[in-house]
């Protein structure tokens, strides 16, 4: 197993700056982009790196996803948008280890938020921050699902989101067939719907003709950046991001 990328103090605060660039912070009471007490917020993102000696407590995705959410969301280190702040760390630290989150609707996130907030998630035994926290981990780890390294088949819908990550410009699809151009190299690529798969042989047919291939030094596994995680996931659950401010 590949080595676990942590979130930094630093990243936390990266999550927290990007988002204020962003209507639905700007918009709904977002508060200082700072945190009102640093200390506290500190305190909150080192959780992950709780540790005996040299050994760290926690070692699994789920359970420094959870630690970064939780320690985020219950310091109230920041004016406001504390769970959205949470929200959005976690999700980044998700994907900075290359892991979906899967068979979860906005509903099951609201509802994941507002009960960690209210201190009503199902613990077993006593409740406090280390059996909260174990419950959190417990929800995140039936929904994480690692990716797949290397080129694989994928839908032409989530093909299209990894390629605009690297400035790939989409024309309008024509005769079942879209052209995809970057930096002045084109490809012609099958377009019968949004959810087709693409299959493997194509998938490295448009890396190799957009110089996207792993001999430009662009390898299966290079990391998104992390204000354009922040950006797509603010997009994508916009709605969410609404009913959290009223949490």
Same mark, same amino acid.
């Given at each position: *197993?590949?080595?676990?990328?942590?979130?930094?103090?630093?990243?936390? #605060?990266?999550?927290?700056?990007? *988002?204020?660039? /962003? =209507?639905?912070?700007?918009?709904d009471? !977002?508060?200082?982009? %700072?945190?009102?007490?640093?200390?506290? !917020?500190?305190?909150?993102?080192y959780?992950?790196?709780?540790?005996?000696?040299?050994?760290?407590?926690?070692? $699994?995705?789920?359970?420094?996803a959870a630690n970064?959410?939780? +320690?985020i969301? *219950?310091?109230? =280190?920041?004016?406001?948008?504390?769970?959205?702040?949470?929200? /959005?760390?976690?999700?980044?630290?998700?994907?900075k280890n290359k892991?979906? #989150?899967v068979? $979860? $609707? %906005?509903d099951?996130?609201?509802?994941?938020?507002?009960q960690?907030a209210a201190?009503?998630i199902?613990?077993?035994?006593?409740r406090n921050a280390?059996?909260e926290v174990?419950?959190?981990?417990k929800?995140?780890?039936?929904? #994480?699902?690692?990716?797949?390294? +290397?080129?694989?088949?994928t839908s032409?819908?989530?093909?299209?989101r990894?390629?605009e990550?690297?400035?790939?410009e989409f024309g309008?699809?024509?005769?079942?067939?879209i052209?995809?151009?970057?930096?002045?190299?084109?490809?012609? $690529? +099958?377009?019968?719907?949004?959810n087709?798969?693409?299959?493997v042989? %194509?998938?490295?047919k448009?890396?190799r003709?957009?110089?996207?291939?792993?001999?430009?030094?662009?390898?299966? +596994?290079?990391?998104?950046?992390?204000?354009?995680?922040?950006?797509?996931?603010?997009?994508?659950?916009?709605?969410? *991001?609404?009913?959290?401010?009223?949490?």
């Open positions: *197993m590949s080595q676990i990328v942590r979130l930094s103090e630093e990243e936390g #605060l990266v999550v927290r700056r990007r *988002m204020s660039l /962003l =209507a639905i912070a700007t918009r009471a !977002f508060g200082q982009v %700072e945190p009102l007490h640093p200390n506290k !917020f500190n305190s909150g993102i959780r992950q790196y709780t540790s005996f000696g040299d050994v760290y407590k926690y070692t $699994t995705i789920d359970e420094i970064v959410f939780y +320690g969301a *219950m310091s109230h =280190a920041f004016e406001n948008g504390n769970k959205r702040t949470a929200l /959005l760390a976690m999700l980044a630290i998700i994907e892991y979906y #989150l068979s $979860t $609707t %906005e099951d996130l609201y509802e994941f938020a507002r960690v201190h009503e199902e613990v077993a035994g006593e280390d059996s174990t419950a959190i981990s929800w995140l780890k039936s929904r #994480l699902r690692p990716k797949k390294i +290397g080129d694989t088949a032409f819908k989530e093909l299209k990894q390629l990550q690297f400035d790939c309008k699809p024509y005769k079942n067939y052209k995809i151009s970057r930096n002045g190299f084109s490809i012609s $690529t +099958g377009y019968p719907k949004q087709f798969i693409v299959p042989s %194509e998938v490295k448009i890396r003709t957009l110089h996207l291939d792993e001999q430009e030094g662009i390898d299966s +596994g290079s990391f998104y950046d992390l204000e354009e995680t922040v950006d797509r996931f603010v997009n994508e659950y916009r709605d969410l *991001m609404r009913r959290l401010a009223d949490l």
